[in-house]
Structure formats: structure tokens, C-alpha cells
């Protein structure tokens, strides 16, 4: 087993593998950018290790300084999270190259499913549905337009080195696909430091459903049921859950049997998600292949009982699988929300500023999955995703009611979040039925405001504003946190109109 493993990532997942590595007796070091000095997954690791500038490029997507502090913290393996290299084959041989164990797959499998067009070209060899799309990258806006006539509009631009949802453009017309393809690659650069893109056929209104894989190094291979995944804004997800409404006995069995037959396809090994559309007609084709650790893992690990990035880390060592599909049955109903620095009232606009105060909740079945604190700055150079909140309940029923009341008591103070938003989906009288799809949040959600908010989170809002400024006033030189940062939502505006006393009011 490895003695220390180095996390090449931030945020909510480096906390969630720094905690496995502990729980299996495994030193960790932290990388962080100049903006993540102060950052959880830093206080949390063994060692921390600067790797540059805030801007991505400059740190969590450099490679070479990735790979020397490796090598100076003296690490045996790195694991990449999602996003940034997770799933750049590049890096993976880099490491393989280095003597540094990548916790993932092959690089070769890697390349194939990493590369989300060349993994459409596999699985429509192997005989795997797939939907209409471009089977080469095209060198020229004409290649595009001219492949966007033969798909047939409406088409999708997709990044072809990454996923969640980041490059995905809708396009209806001609006119909108330069546009479409000039944004979709620039926002490609970004997130994985590959600018490709290539279009599929749109499917209107499809459900999102993935199954997840697991695979040795010895060949072995099971799934570990599906996740629903149909909740989702700007094509990413944003509230997850297993076992799916929309699966009966016979369709799961089946689209379980082509998700191994995809991965076996692909020589696959660790951890990995194919992902499908479900049309109305029950008709399923293959999406593509995430090669890594999903964000909505934990919904799989509560009805499963099986920790993933342990797995991860137990199959990139060498270990073999110690369970055979037989072994493995869903039990209850698991939900996750995703909680990001958001201002879902000012279409989702990113949210930056000192979370003032921080009331994560607890009881039975609820699990949060969070790499901040009180007082931590967030910064706005990365993904806005701040914490997941996930439940598990013996019914879906019970599920929903559990993550409606955990919403409730979930409490981020100096800074605009997602958290009521999220409760009023998981209320929705169609998301309760289970009636979901991919344009859920457009059919239902447009121009949606608060409609309420509690008089205790005021009172702690004017608790943690008050505090805030008494100790930004004990710092000399320093005024009120409300003077030093107004560009930063303060948490009386986070909580809407109010008023202290008077005929009608509980008073503070």
C-alpha cells in the first residue's frame, strides 16, 4: 500500500480523498494555487506544497510542477480528483513516465474514453447505441457547419476532453454555431487545457442516467447501479440520485450489461461512469465515458456501501476486487445536492466573498461533503461548488423529506448560495413524482426567487455581520467588513427585506 499519495486538486473532493487516505493510514500532500493559501484541503493534508498563480493554467493544470512536488514530497501516487488532469491522458503517461502511480485509469484507456470522440468511434464498433454525432474533430468552421447540416439541428457542442458541462453549447441555427463553437472552446481551454470540441445530435428532453464501474487491475468488473442525474443547469448536474424513477428491473439489467460492455470495450481499470440518454421512449445511447471519480459518487456509495476512492485507491495499489456483481444490491434511496457560491435571483452569477458563518446539517442519513469554513474567502477563479449535501432513506419518499429538512438546516451566511433554490426542486410536486428530465430547470424554474426566508437565519445573519465587523475593526488599519468588501454579497442582502421591532415583527 502506498505510504503517501499527493491530491492534484482543491476543494470539496481533495477533502473527500485527504479523509480516505486518513481512515487507510495514508500521509497526504496538498498543491494550492496562491488563491488557496487558506483553502480546507491545505489545513486538512500532512503537507502542502504552493503551485503556482490563482489562474488554472498557472497551477492546477501545470503538470510539471505537479509532478516535482511529487517527487520532493517524496509521493508514491496521485490521486486527480475531477476536472483539471483527472482525465488528460497526457498526464497520466507523464506520471507512468515518472514512476508515479496515477489513481485512475491506464493512460491508455485513458486516451480512448478520455477523448470523448474516439470513445464514440470504440463503442459504435462494439455495437453500442450511440447517439448522431461527429466521429473526427474538424479542422475548420466549415467542417463543423457542414456536420451540423448532416446531424441535423438542433445540435450540441461538446468539449471533447472533459465533461461536467463545461464547453456544452445548445445550437438551433447556422448563425448561432460560430459563436457557439468560439465560446465552447475557449471555456475547454480553460477547465481542462484542451480547447477540442465536436457536435451531437440534441435530444430534446432526454433523462440523464449513468452506471457506475468498477475494474482491477486483473481484469475483474462489475457496476454499481445507475444514478439519475436529469437534474441540471447549463448541462451541469445539479442534484443526483439512485436508485433511478425511471428504471424497471429489465431496462437496468440491460443498460448495466451495455455499460460493462462499454468499459471492457474500452480495456478500462479503477473507477469510471458511463453515462446515457433515456429518450421518452425508453430507447437509451451511449453519452460518453467519465474517467474518474464522479462528483455524485456518494449517492452510490450510501446504497451500495462501498467507498469509492477507497476502491480507487485499493486498484491503482494493485489490490483486486473482494466482491462479485452477485455481492452487490441497491438498499434505500440516496439524494445529493450540489451547494454553490451562486446567486440563483441574478441568473446563477458566481458569488465570491468571506463565508461569515457556516451551520452544515446532521442527523440519520445525511452526509456533507464540504471543503469550507467560517471565514474562509471564496475565491472566484474555479468552480463555484462549495459542499454536496446527501441523504439516504429506506424510500424516495422519505429521501426527498430528509434533504428538504437537511436544506433547511444547511446555513452559509456572508455569501449568495443555492441552498434555497435546491429546496424548492426537491419540494416540486413533479421532481416528487419522479417525472424529471434534462429541461426540468427551464420548464419550471425560469426567473425563480426565494419566496421566504427565516427569521432565525436572520437573526444569525445580523449575529455573524456583527461579529465580522467587530473583529475587522480590532485588526488596525482595518475597517468594517461592509466597507472593505462591497463588492462581496453581505449577508442582510443574502436574507432579503427585513426589519428590526416594530407592530408585527418577533424583534431581535
Not at 447549463?234 to 437496468?252: C, F, G, N
Not at 427569521?455 to 480590532?474: G, H, N, V
Amino acid at each position: 500500500m502506498f505510504k503517501k499519495v499527493l491530491i492534484a486538486n482543491r476543494g470539496e473532493i481533495a477533502v473527500r480523498v485527504i479523509r480516505a487516505c486518513r481512515e487507510m493510514g495514508i500521509a497526504t500532500v496538498a498543491v494550492h494555487s496562491e488563491a488557496d493559501r487558506q483553502s480546507l484541503h491545505v489545513q486538512l493534508a500532512d503537507e502542502a506544497v504552493p503551485i503556482g498563480p490563482a489562474p488554472a493554467a498557472e497551477s492546477y493544470l501545470n503538470m510539471g510542477r505537479i509532478i516535482r512536488a511529487t517527487h520532493d514530497t517524496g509521493s508514491e501516487a496521485i490521486h486527480p480528483g475531477y476536472g483539471f488532469l483527472a482525465e488528460n491522458a497526457d498526464f497520466a503517461r507523464l506520471c507512468e513516465k515518472e514512476g508515479i502511480v496515477f489513481i485512475g485509469p491506464n493512460s491508455g484507456a485513458l486516451a480512448l474514453v478520455g477523448d470523448k470522440v474516439r470513445a464514440r468511434q470504440t463503442m459504435e464498433k462494439a455495437g453500442i447505441p450511440i447517439i448522431p454525432g461527429m466521429k473526427a474533430i474538424p479542422k475548420s468552421v466549415t467542417e463543423f457547419e457542414a456536420a451540423a447540416r448532416s446531424i441535423g439541428y438542433p445540435v450540441i457542442v461538446k468539449a471533447s476532453a472533459g465533461g461536467g458541462g463545461k464547453g456544452m453549447r445548445i445550437v438551433r441555427g447556422e448563425k448561432d454555431l460560430r459563436p457557439a463553437l468560439e465560446a465552447g472552446m475557449r471555456e475547454a481551454k480553460s477547465a481542462f487545457g484542451d480547447e477540442s470540441v465536436y457536435l451531437e445530435k440534441y435530444i430534446e428532453e432526454p433523462r440523464h442516467v449513468e452506471f457506475q464501474v468498477l475494474a482491477d487491475n486483473a481484469g475483474a468488473m462489475v457496476h454499481l447501479f445507475e444514478r439519475e442525474c436529469s437534474i441540471q443547469r447549463r448541462h451541469q448536474k445539479i442534484v443526483e440520485e439512485t436508485p433511478s424513477p425511471a428504471l424497471d428491473p429489465d431496462l437496468r439489467a440491460r443498460m448495466a450489461e451495455t455499460a460493462i460492455k462499454a468499459m471492457k470495450a474500452a480495456g478500462y481499470n479503477n473507477a469510471g461512469t458511463v453515462e446515457f440518454l433515456l429518450d421518452k421512449d425508453r430507447n437509451f445511447y451511449f453519452l460518453e465515458v467519465n474517467a474518474r471519480l464522479q462528483v455524485e459518487h456518494p449517492v452510490t456509495e450510501l446504497v451500495t456501501g462501498v467507498d469509492l476512492v477507497r476502491r480507487q485507491i485499493l486498484i491503482a495499489a494493485g489490490e483486486k476486487l473482494t466482491f462479485r456483481q452477485e455481492d452487490l444490491c441497491q438498499r434505500g434511496h440516496a439524494l445529493e445536492c450540489r451547494i454553490y457560491a451562486e446567486d440563483p435571483e441574478n441568473n446563477f452569477l458566481p458569488s465570491p466573498g468571506k463565508i461569515l458563518f457556516l451551520k452544515e446539517p446532521q442527523g440519520p442519513g445525511v452526509r456533507s461533503d464540504g471543503g469550507i469554513y467560517s471565514g474562509w474567502e471564496v475565491p472566484i477563479y474555479y468552480d463555484p461548488i462549495l459542499a454536496k449535501l446527501i441523504v439516504w432513506a429506506e424510500d424516495r419518499e422519505t429521501a426527498c423529506r430528509r434533504m428538504a429538512a437537511a436544506l433547511d438546516d444547511f446555513v452559509i451566511l456572508g455569501i449568495h448560495t443555492t441552498i434555497g433554490f435546491l429546496k424548492d426542486i426537491i419540494n416540486h410536486p413533479e421532481f416528487r413524482s419522479g417525472r424529471t428530465n434534462t429541461a426540468f430547470i427551464k420548464n419550471y424554474f425560469e426567473g425563480w426567487k426565494e419566496s421566504g426566508k427565516s427569521e432565525d437565519k436572520l437573526r444569525l445573519a445580523l449575529a455573524a455581520a456583527a461579529f465580522d465587523d467587530l473583529a475587522a475593526e480590532a485588526r488596525p488599519g482595518v475597517g468594517s467588513a461592509r466597507e472593505a468588501k462591497q463588492d462581496v454579497a453581505a449577508p442582510w442582502k443574502t436574507l432579503g427585506r427585513w426589519r428590526i421591532g416594530g407592530a408585527g415583527s418577533h424583534g431581535i
